[in-house]
């Protein structure tokens, strides 16, 4: 092992001393640090320490590429700096740390509604469809829809109620489970809790203001029995209540009785709470919300209202309150025999659609983004936006302000231009359908907006903003046969095998900007086809990660060094669906296994399965060629040729 003693102390100095390091952790190659002051480190110097092979900032953490021995460059340096080291779970909440409150919101919201995704575009799309069979009168010169034409149509219009609503209206039941399942707690609690929300024997939140609310009366005082369909600032709250309380009696009480008092004492006081106070709070927000609007769009300044009130309906409907907003129109409709409001609506939807859109087409290399933003896209211009907003846009978050903009562009227009609908429709593209004839010219032009302003944002700060691997730019396409045979090792030369079954691809086009830009040296990529990974050649094990076994280090017997990567950035598993079956300074032939691994777990981990293999040090081998474009069996074709 080499002797990093000077490095480690440049490093150091280099990093802002041992009190601006918040927390550090290594991986197969890099020490991952947290700084507090990244700009006391000074990257320019860091990078000429001999044992540095470059450095890099991600998702909060500093990134210093040391190579396969990292493990002892990292002793050394925690020895050398008397701290310890931390888990690479704690450098990433660490890093979250390092977020500012906006980024944190944001990615919170993320954090609960991922899980909720696969329903909310189900349902999105059960909406959508419904919206088109029981709004749109395109029958009987337009004045009827397939439902009423159709006891069929109008059966599955009914049944499929069953789906949406169960998606939709009682939302708040997935949104509690989802926030104790972050947060670690009870996630049944969670799930109880939401039920009360939602619950038969309330009121149901879409008939508040138009049936007679209930009471429970205690006497003394009286709770509003009101439910929260479809709401999600009072299921968040509700969600976080409960987790506080159940880790506060948690706290308190003496482990014999904490099995009752627990979830009992939480549960209670999170349900009295959730009704007796955060409900309330988030209905008066939306009456709020109502007369603000009603009074915006009766204004002198109704254009400037419609930018406003454009720009903000995307972010309304994230809360929930957006549904709000049907009141407003029912009101609109009744005194003015229309409502100026809804097309502003249908706009904002379609805007949202049109930065999916984008995504779509930037992200047309990765197959997992395109499975969540295709039917996003759909149903967002069937005017359903959810599983566009919170499984696309909010995500990566430039798309939803492109969406935000091309909204207020076009609400500014259709307000000003007194843009008026006969009835609330199909908030998507079928919109216009429900527009009074005499704007439906505008209404076009407002749509065109919409289509193109939000795609165009999206598409220009996604070129800037995507990693290479959220594009999905990783595989080249195997090339032909003449090409591999034109690079087939000559006699002279010696061989390295394949180690997994799969494509191989040019180390440029691995999804990882350190790998890709060969800072960690030559080599190739590999679309994984198997999932144990062989030695390419005889060698002994240099260096493995115990703890997440995503790769593993070999020596070959001429002294080159390998590195062997499973996968991009799946140190994060932390093990999970990675086995070792060597540990250093094991022996190993060519075509022993190495390592097996889940494909499923880190698709499902959502990082790229994409192994790296890469030559870290030639040792006595010279002028080593890589052969890429080829689909490799693991221990049997050739990838490398050297002499
Ligand atoms: O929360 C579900 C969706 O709610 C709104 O859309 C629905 O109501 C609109 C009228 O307010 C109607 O035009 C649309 O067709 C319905 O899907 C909201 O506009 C959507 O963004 C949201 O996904």
Redesign the pocket.
């Known amino acids: 092992m080499a002797n990093y003693t000077d490095d480690v102390k440049k490093l150091l100095e280099l990093i802002g001393g041992r009190d601006n390091i918040q927390a550090v952790s290594h991986c197969m190659t890099r020490m991952r640090f947290v700084l507090i002051d990244q700009e006391k480190a000074d990257e320019k110097q860091i990078e000429k320490i001999p044992s540095v092979k470059g450095t890099f900032t991600q998702a909060g953490q500093y990134q210093v590429i040391i190579g396969n021995d990292v493990s002892g460059f990292y002793n050394e340096f925690t020895k050398y700096a008397g701290i310890e080291g931390v888990s690479k779970d704690q450098v990433k909440q660490e890093a979250k740390k390092k977020q500012n409150p906006l980024q944190k919101g944001v990615s919170n919201l993320a954090e609960i509604f991922a899980p909720l995704i696969p329903a909310i575009i189900v349902g999105g799309l059960i909406?959508g469809f419904r919206?088109i069979i029981g709004?749109v009168k395109f029958l009987e010169g337009g004045t009827k829809t397939l439902t009423d034409v159709s006891v069929f149509w109008s059966g599955i219009y009914s049944f499929l109620w069953l789906i949406g609503e169960a998606v939709?209206h009682f939302l708040p039941v997935g949104i509690v489970w989802s926030v104790t399942k972050k947060m670690g707690t009870t996630q049944i609690l969670g799930i109880v809790l939401g039920i009360t929300l939602v619950s038969p024997q309330l009121l149901n939140a879409y008939e508040v203001g138009q049936a007679a609310m209930k009471y429970w009366d205690f006497g003394f005082f009286q709770m509003q029995m009101a439910g929260y369909q479809?709401q999600v600032i009072p299921a968040i709250l509700a969600g976080f209540t409960l987790v506080y309380l159940e880790r506060f009696f948690k706290k308190i009480t003496p482990a014999a009785i904490s099995m009752i008092v627990v979830p009992f004492m939480s549960l209670l006081l999170s349900v009295i709470v959730a009704h007796g106070i955060l409900g309330p709070i988030g209905w008066q927000l939306g009456s709020w919300i109502s007369a603000g609007v009603y009074a915006g769009l009766t204004s002198s300044f109704r254009g400037l209202f419609g930018a406003f009130f454009g720009f903000i309906y995307a972010p309304l409907?994230i809360t929930g309150l957006?549904?709000m907003?049907?009141a407003i129109?029912l009101q609109l409709i009744a005194d003015y025999q229309g409502t100026i409001l809804?097309p502003m609506?249908?706009l904002s939807?379609i805007a949202q659609g049109s930065a999916v859109l984008a995504m779509i087409v930037l992200q047309k290399k990765n197959e997992r983004a395109q499975q969540v933003a295709i039917p996003a896209c759909i149903s967002c211009y069937l005017?359903?936006?959810?599983p566009a907003i919170f499984g696309v846009n909010l995500k990566a978050g430039f798309p939803f302000i492109s969406g935000m903009i091309g909204s207020g562009i076009a609400g500014a227009l259709a307000v000003s231009t007194g843009v008026m609908a006969n009835a609330?429709?199909?908030?998507?593209i079928p919109?216009i359908l429900s527009i009074k004839t005499e704007f439906m010219a505008v209404f076009a032009i407002c749509m065109l907006i919409v289509l193109v302003v939000p795609f165009v944002l999206t598409w220009i700060m996604g070129k800037k903003k995507l990693t290479l691997q959220e594009r999905g730019i990783a595989a080249a396409e195997v090339d032909t046969a003449k090409e591999v045979e034109a690079a087939a090792p000559s006699k002279k030369e010696q061989i390295l095998m394949s180690v997994l079954t799969g494509k191989i691809i040019p180390i440029e086009e691995v999804p990882d900007d350190v790998f890709s830009q060969k800072i960690m040296g030559e080599g190739i990529g590999i679309e994984p086809e198997s999932e144990t990974v062989v030695a390419p050649a005889n060698g002994s094990v240099s260096a493995v990660m115990e703890d997440s076994g995503h790769a593993c280090g070999l020596v070959l017997e001429n002294g080159m060094e390998i590195l062997i990567h499973v996968g991009i950035d799946t140190v994060d598993m932390n093990g999970e669906g990675f086995e070792l079956f060597v540990k250093e300074g094991d022996t190993v032939r060519c075509g022993d296994p190495l390592i097996r691994f889940s494909k499923e777990k880190i698709k499902k981990a959502c990082h790229p399965a994409t192994t790296v293999f890469i030559v870290t040090d030639e040792g006595n081998a010279s002028n080593i060629r890589f052969l890429s474009n080829l689909q490799a069996e693991a221990g049997e074709t050739v990838i490398a040729a050297y002499e």
């Open positions: 909406l919206n709004d939709f479809g409907v957006h549904h907003t049907n129109d809804w609506i249908a939807n005017g359903v936006t959810e609330v429709g199909v908030g998507g919109g």
